[in-house]
């Protein structure tokens, strides 16, 4: 018997069967469009989004010494040196209300969305060895970095009710409308977290742009100054900028002294929409490399 017989009788053969239209096939495709995004897998695995939300925030304040208290120095801190600074050295207007609480409604909303853009832009490096051996849907982990910051919006907020009571504030009606604004800064923050932390796993640069990003965007949006400052040529440009709707947004229901936010607030409803839409494709597209770069 020749090689070439032995090779063949030692193979053994496999035979495709004849198909039948009676046995139904499983035909595997890409997901394409929202279906992509797998938002109900989020959903399910909400339990693990909340456990991650609740150890960012005691991993936040484990083994300091005041804890929590930190959430109410940093702002009270930062408020006392803005209104001697800009208040009565700069004499900067504040729209007929007393500097400090001026100055504290615009750091609430932008104390959270500065928080949560750096914990969700950093957070898939953060959390690599979670992503490298469980399988779960990555979407969470940026989300979490950003709802965690929500507990420290609403120890912030009494803060700020307690200066608002202070100084002759009391809540109105109009204060129904702060949970949109709210949902404005947190599907901003959303956004952009997306576009980072998906830039983030590729490129580790972000990480150091980060910082800078936020530094130069507080500049941008109105906390220290009112947005009347603003040349009207400009309005538009600032309007692009979605925080100085929110924190535009903020005042005006918590005061309702200043002036009401105008046709331009759509124009940054529609910014944050494009930009939280456009992160989740983004954000989708670039997981599929997350393992084996992070």
């Known amino acids: 018997m020749s090689v070439k017989s032995n090779l063949q009788a030692s193979v053994p053969e496999f035979q495709i069967p004849n198909s039948n239209p009676a046995v139904p096939h499983l035909r595997i495709r890409p997901s394409r469009g929202w279906s992509a995004l797998k938002l109900r897998d989020v959903w399910e695995y909400r339990e693990l989004l909340y456990f ?18 930190w959430v109410v120095l940093q702002p009270l801190a930062t ?23 001026f100055a ?6 932008w104390n959270y969305f500065a ?86 796993v590729q490129y580790r640069d972000v990480g150091y742009l ?7 965007w507080f500049f941008a949006t109105p906390v220290v100054y009112p947005s009347s400052l603003v040349p009207a040529p400009w309005n538009l440009l600032l309007a692009l900028n979605p925080m100085a709707g929110v924190v535009d947004g903020f005042r005006w229901a918590l005061f ?30 670039m997981e599929r490399t997350f393992a084996d770069v992070v």
Request: hydrophobic share 60%.
């Open 256 to 285: 309702g002294k200043t002036a009401a936010p105008g046709p331009l607030i759509l124009v940054s409803i529609a910014v944050v929409i494009v930009t939280l839409v456009s992160g989740l494709f983004v954000f989708k597209r």
């Open 79 to 101: 408020t006392i040196v803005f209104t001697l600074i800009f208040g009565n050295l700069a004499k900067m207007p504040s729209e007929n209300l007393p500097y400090a609480v």
């Open 104 to 109: 504290l409604a615009g750091l609430l909303p």
């Open 210 to 216: 980060i910082p800078f990003l936020v530094q130069l």
């Open 115 to 200: 928080g949560a853009i750096g914990r969700g832009g950093s957070s898939l490096v953060g959390s690599a060895n979670l992503i490298s051996k469980v399988y779960f849907p990555r979407l969470i982990i940026p989300i979490s970095g950003v709802l965690g910051g929500l507990v420290d919006f609403a120890i912030t907020f009494l803060l700020l009710v307690a200066l608002m009571l202070f100084y002759g504030y009391p809540p109105t009606l109009s204060w129904l409308l702060l949970p949109f604004f709210l949902l404005m800064a947190i599907a901003t923050a959303l956004g952009v977290s997306l576009w980072l932390s998906a830039l983030n």
């Open 52 to 69: 991650l939300v609740w150890r960012d925030v005691k991993v936040r304040y484990k083994q300091t010494a005041l804890g929590v208290l």
